[in-house]
């Protein structure tokens, strides 16, 4: 009966250990697990951050090439309404901060399912922006720096960019 108790409870285990030998890795709300993609890059737990990110890259990769309208293309409606395509690009054009050098995430949160905040460098300053899901879309929104640089309109926008060296020499 001892041997047999010992057996039952040798074989139990081995059932459990061999059922928990899949794959599949759980992490508990909040932590950071490895990307799908193979590229080992971090990606929080959430709402579909991959997507986002993509978003949140191209977004960055259009800015820096200079491709004002694409850039705009990706914003959120509300976003679109502070600001106009046409103020966007005039500002930009004649002063662009981001054309030809990198942006990078620096952190990425999801707040929620409909929301990742995004922190990003460039060139010695950090931002803050957002990438929101719309529908089934994710939209790039800008933030509340970006927002309040063009409120007074794209040639004070212009201006302040002069002003605080910001313009790449022509």
């Known amino acids: 009966m001892r041997w047999t108790t010992g057996a039952l409870i040798g074989v139990a285990i081995l059932t459990l250990a061999s059922g928990c030998g899949t794959d599949r890795v759980t992490y508990p709300p909040g932590t950071v697990q490895p990307a799908a ?3 080992q890059t971090p990606v929080p737990i959430g ?3 991959a997507e986002a990110l993509e978003v949140a890259n191209k977004q960055f990769d259009l800015l820096a090439a200079g491709d004002w309208a694409g850039a705009y293309a990706l914003w959120t409606d509300a976003a ?3 600001i106009s395509k046409k103020d966007f690009a005039k500002v ?5 901060l981001f054309k030809g050098d990198r ?3 620096q952190d990425v949160k999801p707040a929620s399912m409909e929301l990742v905040e995004l922190t990003w460098r460039h060139a ?3 931002g803050h922006s957002a990438i929101r899901q719309t529908g089934k879309t994710w939209r790039y929104d800008p933030g509340g720096e970006t927002l309040a640089e063009y409120a ?3 040639d004070k926008a212009i201006a302040k960019r002069k002003a605080d060296n910001a313009c790449p020499a022509a």
């Open 124 to 126: 010695g300053r950090t």
């Open 80 to 82: 679109k309404k502070e």
């Open 152 to 154: 007074a309109g794209p």
């Open 47 to 49: 709402p579909n951050v």
């Open 92 to 96: 930009n054009q004649a002063c662009p």
């Open 37 to 39: 993609t193979g590229t």
């Open 103 to 105: 942006i990078e995430l």
